[in-house]
Protein backbone atom coordinates (compact mmCIF):
# COMPACT_ATOMS: atom_id res chain seq x y z
CA UNK A 1 0.00 0.00 0.00
CA UNK A 2 1.03 3.20 -0.85
CA UNK A 3 1.56 5.89 2.07
CA UNK A 4 3.40 8.85 3.16
CA UNK A 5 6.21 8.47 5.28
CA UNK A 6 5.57 7.90 8.97
CA UNK A 7 1.91 6.55 8.13
CA UNK A 8 1.95 3.27 9.46
CA UNK A 9 5.30 1.57 9.37
CA UNK A 10 7.21 0.88 12.59
CA UNK A 11 9.85 3.19 12.03
CA UNK A 12 10.50 6.24 14.01
CA UNK A 13 10.30 9.52 11.92
CA UNK A 14 13.48 10.49 13.59
CA UNK A 15 14.89 7.44 12.27
CA UNK A 16 14.41 8.21 8.75
CA UNK A 17 16.79 8.78 6.20
CA UNK A 18 16.84 10.34 2.38
CA UNK A 19 20.50 9.23 1.15
CA UNK A 20 21.42 10.19 -2.98
CA UNK A 21 24.00 9.32 -4.80
CA UNK A 22 27.05 8.99 -4.26
CA UNK A 23 26.42 8.53 -0.60
CA UNK A 24 24.70 5.11 0.92
CA UNK A 25 23.03 4.72 4.27
CA UNK A 26 25.36 3.54 6.37
CA UNK A 27 22.33 1.59 8.95
CA UNK A 28 22.87 -1.43 6.68
CA UNK A 29 25.54 -4.03 5.76
CA UNK A 30 24.72 -3.42 1.50
CA UNK A 31 25.05 -0.60 -0.27
CA UNK A 32 21.62 1.06 0.11
CA UNK A 33 19.58 4.52 -1.00
CA UNK A 34 16.12 6.06 -0.94
CA UNK A 35 13.93 8.21 0.00
CA UNK A 36 12.80 8.67 4.08
CA UNK A 37 13.91 4.60 4.97
CA UNK A 38 13.57 3.82 8.40
CA UNK A 39 15.51 1.19 9.82
CA UNK A 40 14.11 -1.43 8.45
CA UNK A 41 13.68 -0.54 5.03
CA UNK A 42 9.64 1.13 5.07
CA UNK A 43 10.17 4.09 2.92
CA UNK A 44 8.08 7.37 1.77
CA UNK A 45 6.42 5.16 -0.98
CA UNK A 46 5.64 2.22 1.00
CA UNK A 47 5.61 2.02 4.66
CA UNK A 48 3.41 -0.98 5.66
CA UNK A 49 4.79 -2.82 8.91
CA UNK A 50 5.07 -5.83 5.98
CA UNK A 51 7.13 -3.76 3.88
CA UNK A 52 10.39 -4.61 5.24
CA UNK A 53 12.54 -5.47 1.63
CA UNK A 54 14.45 -3.66 -0.63
CA UNK A 55 16.21 -5.13 -4.26
CA UNK A 56 19.32 -4.81 -5.46
CA UNK A 57 19.19 -2.64 -9.06
CA UNK A 58 21.80 -4.42 -11.16
CA UNK A 59 22.59 -0.82 -13.10
CA UNK A 60 23.66 1.09 -10.27
CA UNK A 61 24.25 -2.15 -7.57
CA UNK A 62 22.99 -0.38 -5.15
CA UNK A 63 19.78 -1.90 -3.23
CA UNK A 64 16.44 0.57 -3.17
CA UNK A 65 13.48 -0.07 -1.06
CA UNK A 66 11.06 0.12 -3.95
CA UNK A 67 11.59 1.35 -7.81
CA UNK A 68 10.19 5.00 -6.88
CA UNK A 69 13.11 5.47 -4.72
CA UNK A 70 15.25 4.39 -7.55
CA UNK A 71 13.00 6.66 -10.14
CA UNK A 72 13.54 9.33 -7.53
CA UNK A 73 17.44 9.29 -6.64
CA UNK A 74 19.39 7.49 -9.32
CA UNK A 75 20.59 9.50 -12.48
CA UNK A 76 19.82 6.70 -14.70
CA UNK A 77 16.74 4.48 -15.42
CA UNK A 78 16.56 1.25 -13.69
CA UNK A 79 17.68 -2.61 -14.77
CA UNK A 80 15.93 -5.60 -13.67
CA UNK A 81 18.10 -8.70 -11.92
CA UNK A 82 18.43 -10.44 -14.93
CA UNK A 83 17.35 -14.53 -14.66
CA UNK A 84 21.00 -15.47 -14.85
CA UNK A 85 21.50 -14.17 -11.40
CA UNK A 86 18.40 -15.16 -9.73
CA UNK A 87 20.81 -17.07 -7.75
CA UNK A 88 23.18 -13.86 -6.69
CA UNK A 89 22.18 -11.35 -3.39
CA UNK A 90 19.60 -9.62 -4.85
CA UNK A 91 16.90 -8.81 -2.00
CA UNK A 92 17.31 -7.51 1.07
CA UNK A 93 15.18 -8.50 4.73
CA UNK A 94 15.02 -4.75 6.10
CA UNK A 95 13.85 -6.66 9.23
CA UNK A 96 17.32 -8.98 10.18
CA UNK A 97 19.61 -7.52 7.54
CA UNK A 98 19.95 -11.26 5.49
CA UNK A 99 21.00 -11.03 1.99
CA UNK A 100 18.51 -13.20 -0.03
CA UNK A 101 18.83 -14.76 -3.59
CA UNK A 102 16.00 -14.14 -5.56
CA UNK A 103 15.41 -17.43 -5.91
CA UNK A 104 15.36 -17.74 -1.95
CA UNK A 105 13.24 -14.61 -2.15
CA UNK A 106 10.44 -16.39 -4.33
CA UNK A 107 10.37 -19.26 -2.38
CA UNK A 108 10.28 -17.86 0.68
CA UNK A 109 6.07 -17.81 0.95
CA UNK A 110 6.03 -13.85 2.08
CA UNK A 111 8.86 -14.49 5.29
CA UNK A 112 11.91 -14.10 5.85
CA UNK A 113 13.31 -17.77 5.90
CA UNK A 114 15.84 -15.99 8.17
CA UNK A 115 14.22 -14.03 10.79
CA UNK A 116 10.47 -15.16 9.83
CA UNK A 117 9.50 -11.28 9.11
CA UNK A 118 6.43 -11.07 7.01
CA UNK A 119 6.96 -9.46 3.75
CA UNK A 120 4.22 -7.79 1.65
CA UNK A 121 2.46 -9.99 -0.53
CA UNK A 122 1.42 -7.37 -2.77
CA UNK A 123 5.03 -6.89 -3.90
CA UNK A 124 4.41 -9.32 -6.44
CA UNK A 125 2.48 -7.32 -8.16
CA UNK A 126 5.61 -5.13 -9.00
CA UNK A 127 7.59 -8.10 -9.27
CA UNK A 128 8.31 -7.07 -12.98
CA UNK A 129 9.55 -3.41 -11.95
CA UNK A 130 12.71 -5.39 -10.18
CA UNK A 131 13.08 -9.16 -12.05
CA UNK A 132 13.41 -10.07 -14.92
CA UNK A 133 10.21 -12.25 -15.94
Same mark, same amino acid.
Not at 14 to 36: H, I, M, N, Q, Y
Not at 82 to 101: D, H, I, W
Given at each position: ????? %?????? !?? *? ?15 ? +? $?????? !?? =??? @? #? ?8 ? #??? /? +? ?6 ? @? /???? =?? $?????? &? ?9 ? %?????? @? %?????? =????? @?? &? #????? *? ?13 ? $???
Amino acid at each position: MDREA %GDGGQG !DD *GDRRTTPPPETDDRFSV +P $LRGVAV !DR =ETR @C #AHYDDPVDVI #AFR /F +PCCGTYYP @C /FSCH =EE $LADHDG &ERIPRSAFGEP %GVLCGA @C %GATLSV =EAYLA @CD &E #ACPDC *GAAFNPGCRRHHDRY $LET
